[in-house]
């Protein structure tokens, strides 16, 4: 699902270079549900970020889904973010002005699908996610809980293959990110989603199947959980 | 409707409705204001070249003039050629004159002023002098020994700083001497004072042409037939026809006549008129570039979030530019509705130039002009800060 060998990137700050990945490399497979911890400023964004083809690697490959996507341009990773993955954000990022159907609307609109097949998906993932009788409301109008279900739902829409989650629950009370853990977990277990999430949270890693640590942009530990799916 | 334009649309309608409305209607109230602005001097300056047209002439030449021969210098048979010329289809109505210059006398005052000799009745046919009589009476034709003086040359204006020599007040009922240029002078009384606004008349005295005659010691003296035709604008090809129709004298329309004058002023009106309007554009540009600026600057992180997630830079582009256009025609419709209120005030209350009130002219080029430029200004305005923000590394907007 995912191979990145010798992921590097450096950052320029006058004469002083920053390492925020350090030569990481890492394998994922189809249907895993994978947590990155680690300190602050260890690079689990940043590895986040190069997974989500939001930044690009200073060095070393990386293959998802079988796409060697250091080597697309521009216009391609676009498209492959479309299509291929889905990203779930920490302040939730929603388009304000849209209600939670038509934020979820958007990409699949995008996509290439006609408003029918649009609003038949839109609705169903909404459901998934327990917002069918939310679907109307805009953010504002909505729970911060609400908000990151409707950006989870907006990630799906188009089935992605890797659903890429950066702390989704640091805005969130503990009742709200037990279920929006909850629900990522489920999804990932009904619909075989991939699924990498970036935490500070200890209490997250019960829902993992496997742990990366990273420590100076680099992994320090690899721990699989009992019954992680790609170690099955 | 392409996939892309239409989430573009569905996006920036979405924005433009669920926005905020205050910002949005501010938004729509400068660009209605430049539109406004754009339009509103230019139309002024208009009107007032319009203006300046109409009392050239109703005041000074009416539309064609007939001057003497080549080597001439007086038409031979006025009366005869007047009634030709009044034969001829499309001209209203023809009068003869004689101008020279003169001197005249009043108290000791003296000035030098161009003395017009006129057929009262066939004037009125042609010009719209004898509106403009402040006091007293215009000429009849039985007059003898009357004559009418212009208002500054009378003396009694008090527009203040002109240096032209006057009468000194003279007023209706006094006596002046005139001499003209063959030496003979004779008394007249005055019988009217005129204001038209223009110095062909303000600063001119008129007398009948009887007396002309009888001073001159010639029969019938004219060295200009002024005409008047159907409608103004064609005056070039009323000359052609006067021609076709056997005036074998020379004929002037009243703008090749005008022409220096004329082209001075609109000349002057033009350049104006180009500054007023570039600036005014300048103006339309930049408000409209930190308007749109300042909403994108502001949602820069919502752009990051949008290219994250897979939406193209095309369609977040296209959004602002559909917000844009929306936002160009609301302020172009608000604008309309804010100068055709103007104009109805104008209309009722016009402003007061020397030359008299002056209506703006609203020409259609004009507002085309406007519009397409205040389309073009929103197209740059909200196509050039959306292009460079969504130019930004992803992160980098995400971050803010």
Redo the contacts between chains.
């Keep these: 699902m995912i191979r990145g060998e010798h992921l590097t990137k450096v950052y320029g700050v006058g004469s002083v270079e920053v390492r925020a990945l350090d030569g990481v490399d890492i394998e994922i497979a189809k249907g895993e549900f994978v947590g990155v911890m680690g300190a602050s400023g260890s690079g689990k964004s940043t590895l986040l970020h190069m997974l989500g083809l939001l930044d690009r690697p200073t060095d070393g490959a990386l293959a998802i889904d079988g796409v060697d996507v250091t080597r697309l341009s521009e216009g391609e990773r676009e498209l492959f973010r479309l299509q291929r993955l889905g990203y779930v954000f920490q302040d939730y990022a929603l388009v304000p002005e849209l209600t939670a159907q038509e934020n979820v609307y958007l990409p699949s609109k995008v996509r290439g699908m006609t408003a029918k097949e649009c609003t038949v998906a839109c609705r169903g993932i909404l459901d998934q996610v327990g917002l069918k009788d939310r679907a109307g409301f805009l953010p504002g109008e909505l729970s911060g809980g609400e908000q990151q279900r409707v950006a989870i739902a907006r990630a799906l829409v188009n089935r992605p293959a890797l659903l890429l989650a950066d702390e989704p629950c640091a805005n969130l009370d503990s009742r709200n990110s037990v279920l929006i853990l909850d629900l990522i977990r489920k999804l990932n277990r009904e619909l075989r989603q991939t699924v990498v999430m970036v935490s500070h949270e200890d209490w997250h890693r019960r829902y993992f199947d496997r742990v990366l640590f990273l420590r100076d942009g680099r992994i320090v530990e690899d721990e699989y959980g009992g019954d992680a799916p790609g170690t099955a | 409707m392409l ?2 334009e ?2 573009a649309l ?2 920036a309608a ?2 433009i ?3 905020n409305k205050g910002t949005l209607l501010l938004t729509i109230m400068i660009l209605a204001m430049v539109f406004v602005n754009l339009i509103f001097l230019p139309s002024i300056i208009a009107g007032v070249v319009v203006l300046f047209n109409q009392q050239t002439i109703d005041y000074s030449f009416g539309n064609l003039i007939v001057e003497p021969k080549e080597g001439e210098l007086r038409i031979a048979a006025p009366v005869q050629l007047v009634q030709k010329i009044n034969g001829i289809p499309g001209v209203v109505a023809s009068t003869p004159r004689y101008t020279t210059g003169g001197t005249v006398v009043y108290r000791g005052e003296s000035t030098s002023p161009l003395v017009t000799a006129i057929d009262p009745a066939r004037e009125q046919e042609v010009l719209r002098i004898h509106t403009k009589v402040r006091s007293g009476d215009y000429l009849s034709p039985a007059d003898t020994g009357e004559i009418l003086i212009g208002e500054t040359l009378a003396g009694t204006s008090r527009s203040g700083g002109d240096s032209t020599p006057t009468l000194g007040g003279v007023a209706v009922g006094r006596i002046v001497d005139l001499t003209l240029p063959n030496g003979v002078t004779r008394q007249f009384r005055v019988k009217g004072i005129l204001k038209a606004g223009t110095s062909s008349v303000d600063n001119a005295v008129f007398i009948t042409r009887r007396d002309a005659a009888s001073m001159l010691g010639e029969a019938d003296p004219a060295n200009a037939i002024l005409v008047r035709t159907k409608t103004t604008g064609n005056d070039d090809a009323m000359r052609l026809v006067l021609m076709q129709y056997g005036v074998q004298e020379k004929i002037w329309t009243w703008e090749d006549k005008s022409a220096d004058f004329l082209e001075s002023i609109v000349g002057s009106f033009g350049i104006i008129n180009a500054i007023s309007t570039g600036v005014s554009l300048v103006i339309a540009v930049v408000v409209i570039f930190i308007v749109i600026f300042i909403g994108i600057v502001y949602r820069r ?2 752009i990051g ?9 095309s ?1 977040i582009i296209k959004s602002y530019l559909f917000q844009a256009l929306f936002i160009c025609t609301c302020g172009t419709l608000a604008g309309g509705a804010l100068l055709l209120a103007v104009l109805q005030f104008l209309a009722g209350n016009p402003i007061v130039f020397p030359g008299g009130p002056v209506a703006p002219f609203l020409e259609p080029r004009l507002v085309v002009q406007s519009v397409a430029s205040l389309y073009a200004a929103s197209l740059i305005a909200g196509y050039l800060p959306s292009w460079l923000t969504t130019r930004e590394e ?2 980098d907007a ?1 971050r803010g």
């Design positions: 996939e892309d239409q989430v569905f996006l979405r924005l409705a669920r926005g992180k919502q979030i949008l290219r994250a997630i897979g939406i193209g830079r369609i992803i992160l995400i």
